[in-house]
């Protein structure tokens, strides 16, 4: 099973709630050897699984600490949400970014893309060019 490594990124990028912890700021229990309190760490901090530490095809470059993107699940089924480093916008239009962008339109109709304050949606039939919508 894979691991996240050196990875802590999404420790930067979501609110811990239990914690109190604001989005885009680092978990003072963060640190260059993981989470400090990993046997009693929160439960949202248990919970979530980003897509590249659940897939092990998707490459070593598209880490979410190396590509700048983490790729979590949607409550929409039909969508997934890309969370883009707030200092690295460009990162969706770098290589690994667009390997993302390509995978995940293979499997789910609708990208979110948060980066910071800013939001933006991919559609895949727009992006298509079939204008079908339901
Ligand atoms: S973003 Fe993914 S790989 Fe990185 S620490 Fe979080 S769950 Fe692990
Ligand atoms: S408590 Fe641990 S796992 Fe949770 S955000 Fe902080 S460093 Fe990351």
Redesign the pocket.
């Known amino acids: 099973m894979r691991s996240c490594g050196p990875c ?1 990124i ?2 930067h990028f979501f609110r ?1 709630p239990e ?1 109190g ?1 604001p989005e885009n700021q680092w ?1 003072g ?2 640190t260059d050897r993981g ?4 046997e009693t ?2 439960q949202s ?1 248990r919970n979530f699984e980003c897509f590249w530490l659940m897939e092990e095809n998707f490459p070593e470059d598209m880490r979410p600490d190396l590509c700048g993107i983490v790729v979590s699940f949607n409550d929409d089924k039909d969508s997934v949400v890309l969370h883009v480093d707030p200092d690295r916008p460009e990162a969706l239009g770098e290589e690994a970014g667009e390997a993302w962008v390509e995978a995940l339109l293979k499997s789910y109709r609708r990208l979110y893309i948060v980066c910071g304050e800013d939001r933006m949606m991919l559609d895949r039939d727009e992006l298509l060019g079939n204008g079908a919508s339901e």
């Open positions: 802590t999404c420790c811990v914690t912890k978990c229990h963060c989470c400090a309190i990993h760490r929160p901090c």
